[in-house]
């Protein structure tokens, strides 16, 4: 079994910054891409980022250039790095894993979950 533990969500204002970990423990080994995706309110769950055991990452376009996805293999976690934020950003952030390397923005995909942090952006 895998475990996935977020942390460094919060309230902030427009324009601030964040950053979200995502600390994996449990029989973590071949699992290659960490992804995060995150769920406003009423609505489903969307894909923002994720990156390769490798480092190449990939981003959806609401997020590109404003949010940065970076994983620290030796200490089993993974980091989104989230700036120039704004309301619509509003979210419960999850991470989660895969164990096929690959960028996919596909939820079905992942194999593992966390339970999510809360992200809320004043305007």
């Known amino acids: 079994q895998v475990q996935l533990v977020e942390s460094g969500g919060g309230l902030v204002q427009a324009g601030g910054s964040l950053r979200l970990s995502c600390a994996a423990s449990?029989?973590?080994?071949?699992?290659?891409?960490m992804g995060w995706f995150r769920q406003a309110p009423g609505k489903e769950r969307e894909f923002v980022a994720a990156v390769t055991w490798n480092g190449a990452t990939y981003y959806a376009d609401s997020v590109k250039g404003r949010f940065t996805i970076s994983r620290d293999n030796a200490k089993n976690t993974g980091y989104l790095q989230m700036n120039i934020l704004k309301p619509e950003d509003t979210a419960t952030y999850y991470c989660?894993?895969?164990?096929?390397?690959?960028?996919?923005?596909?939820?079905?995909?992942?194999?593992?979950w966390g339970q999510g942090t809360q992200v809320t952006v004043s305007s």
């Open positions: 449990g029989r973590t080994f071949g699992y290659t891409t």
């Open positions: 989660a894993l895969d164990k096929v390397t690959r960028l996919s923005t596909d939820q079905l995909l992942y194999d593992y």
